[in-house]
């Protein structure tokens, strides 16, 4: 079965500084998709940010960007300029890409913005 | 984009009642959708997945019986929690997936079981 893991409970970042958010995560499969989702406290998830595992080349969507190591099964999120509205819990996600498409989600990482 | 519902957004009920939970998907055709349960300040768990015009799917140690998923339409799913208990008290979530090449995943803005 498919586990992720996110190691930091909690995170802090001061306003306009970076923060980056680890995650690994385990899989025999080859070809699969992985993820950021934020949740915000009003609990809507919110994709942030997506990696295909077959591409090489790190996404990055403005001010998210992603570390993915596919040898060592490492998928980190590096927020840059952080803003107030950055605050959220953020979960890294893992997807299949066979039957079911179903996500596995890592714990979250509870992240604060520092004004 | 495409916009998935969920209703209630909130409800309580009495131990030993039955509540549903529908999640619909407004403009779009989700052959597959599935079904979430977050405790507070944890991840959310697959419960299942709800295939149009079929059995749902259930992951380990989910009560088949206890948690009724039925998907009649390319737009319906609904969670039946029966008998609910004081424990089942969650955030559920329901998310579509969407019929685009890339598979997007829709999520709902989830609903909230409170069993009294």
């Known amino acids: 079965a498919q586990t992720v893991t996110q190691s930091q409970p909690e995170m802090s970042v001061q306003e306009a500084e970076t923060v980056t958010l680890s995650c690994t995560y385990d899989t025999s499969e080859s070809d699969y998709y992985l993820f950021w989702y934020k949740q915000p406290p009003s609990r809507q998830m919110i994709l942030v940010i997506r990696q295909e595992a077959y591409k090489q080349q790190n996404a990055t969507e403005n001010r998210f960007s992603v570390n993915f190591q596919k040898a060592a099964k490492s998928f980190s999120l590096k927020i840059s300029d952080s803003q107030l509205g950055d605050a959220a819990m953020y979960f890294c996600?893992?997807?299949?890409?066979?039957?079911?498409?179903?996500?596995?989600f890592g714990t979250g990482t509870s992240l604060t913005v520092i004004p | 984009g495409a916009v998935v519902s969920q209703h209630p957004s909130w409800v309580i009920c009495k131990s030993g009642t039955s509540v549903k939970i529908e999640c619909r998907s407004l403009?779009?055709?989700?052959?597959?959708m599935f079904w979430y349960r977050q405790f507070p300040k944890q991840s959310l768990m697959l419960m299942a997945t709800s295939n149009e015009g079929s059995k749902a799917t259930y992951e380990q140690g989910v009560e088949k019986d206890k948690f009724l998923i039925n998907h009649a339409s390319l737009t319906l799913s609904t969670l039946t929690v029966t008998s609910a208990h004081p424990e089942d008290s969650s955030f559920y979530i329901c998310?579509?997936?969407?019929?685009?090449?890339?598979?997007?995943?829709?999520f709902g803005e989830g609903s909230w079981l409170t069993v009294v």
């Open positions: 996600a893992y997807r299949r890409t066979n039957t079911g498409n179903q996500f596995y």
């Open positions: 403009d779009f055709q989700a052959t597959t």
């Open positions: 998310s579509a997936r969407g019929r685009d090449p890339g598979n997007t995943i829709y």
